[in-house]
């Protein structure tokens, strides 16, 4: 009896251990299929004289960015919607840096009247503006709409950065050469809408809220933030480009809002296999000084490399269509 339980326990191991050593692998392969290495941003590139706004600039991919930027010799402004975490960025990339010329500004991406202020006392305060990275964004949150009729989780990753760009881009344009860096995500090939009726894209249409439909909200978002850059970077002047990037699999309070068992098991693939915040912003670090982007708008990044998004993302009708639709709702 002993020996056939042992026997049985034996064999269970075997076949547990089997399994652990296929999912790791699988990992490490799907790992390496979606990012076959980390891009390093290696341009020398001094900022001095430059004014650079970064949305989420206070934890993450956005802090980092924010720190290389300083360090550059940038004036830096960091745009959030948390207070005292920003105060504390900024004396953090004050102190590492030795770069004084380091701000928080108040703006919450969720709120219409928050942006339009914030764009109007930026405007007023600076008299240029060099680069913008559109960084911050939320990759899951309760299904809600805004007062406006708009999916929270929309607008916080593509509505709101859509508005504060448009409200900022005389500024921008002034200061030309500058550059427009937008944040998507590789998750944008999980979006699933009706091209043809733009609304839906806009407003909560599936109430189970599974992890699944929270992927595809947040795949929907990420899809119109290359849409949208690509309309923008055709019809901005000569001297000042629009891109956007996948910046990889990081671990940043862009999970928090997630289920904490899933968070769980999320944090626990980035931390043996994807990228750190530092590593994970030298896309974006890469898109704002590289010399060899000066004249490269309306593509699509990641690791430091213009490649392909998906079918859809390079859909020139939906592109306009998206466009169009989306300043007619934040114009109303």
């Known amino acids: 009896m002993w020996s056939i339980l042992v026997l049985f326990i034996g064999i269970s191991a075997k076949i547990i251990g089997s399994f652990l050593i296929f999912c790791l692998l699988f990992l490490i392969g799907l790992r390496f299929w979606l990012e076959p290495f980390k891009g390093v941003c ?90 913008l990275v559109n960084n911050a964004g939320i990759g899951a949150i309760k299904q809600q709409n805004t007062k406006d009729g708009i999916d929270k989780l929309m607008q916080i990753n593509y ?19 500058s550059r427009i860096v937008n944040v998507s995500s590789y998750l944008h090939k999980m979006a699933k809408f009706d091209f043809q009726n733009l609304t839906d894209v806009f407003t909560i249409t599936d109430k189970t809220d599974s992890l699944y439909s929270q992927m595809v909200r947040y795949g929907n978002a990420k ?3 290359i849409l949208w850059t690509v309309a923008l970077a055709k019809k901005l002047p000569n001297g000042v480009t629009a891109n956007v990037l996948h910046p990889g699999l990081v671990k940043t309070n862009i999970f928090n809002n997630f289920n904490p068992n899933v968070k769980r098991v999320l944090f626990l693939i980035i931390d ?61």
């Open 223 to 225: 899809l119109c933030d």
């Open 42 to 131: 290696k341009c020398k590139t001094k900022l001095h004289g430059k004014i650079a706004l970064i949305t989420g600039g206070n934890s993450g991919i956005g802090f980092e960015t924010a720190k290389d930027f300083a360090r550059r010799g940038a004036k830096v402004i960091i745009a959030s919607r948390d207070i005292k975490k920003s105060e504390e960025a900024v004396a953090n990339i004050i102190a590492t840096t030795g770069n004084e010329s380091v701000e928080h500004r108040f703006l919450n991406l969720l709120k219409k009247d928050s942006i339009e202020a914030f764009a109007k006392d930026f405007n007023k305060d600076f008299h240029r503006l060099d680069i």
């Open 159 to 177: 509505v709101g950065p859509f508005t504060l760009t448009h409200l900022l881009l005389d500024k921008l344009i002034a200061s030309k050469p």
């Open 272 to 332: 043996l296999l994807y990228k750190t915040p530092l590593e994970g912003a030298q896309t974006i670090i890469h898109l704002c000084v590289s010399p060899k982007l000066e004249k490269e708008t309306g593509g699509y990044y990641m690791d430091c490399k213009k490649v392909s998004p998906s079918k859809a993302a390079e859909d020139e009708d939906l592109t306009e269509r998206l466009w169009h639709k989306t300043l007619s709702l934040i114009k109303q």
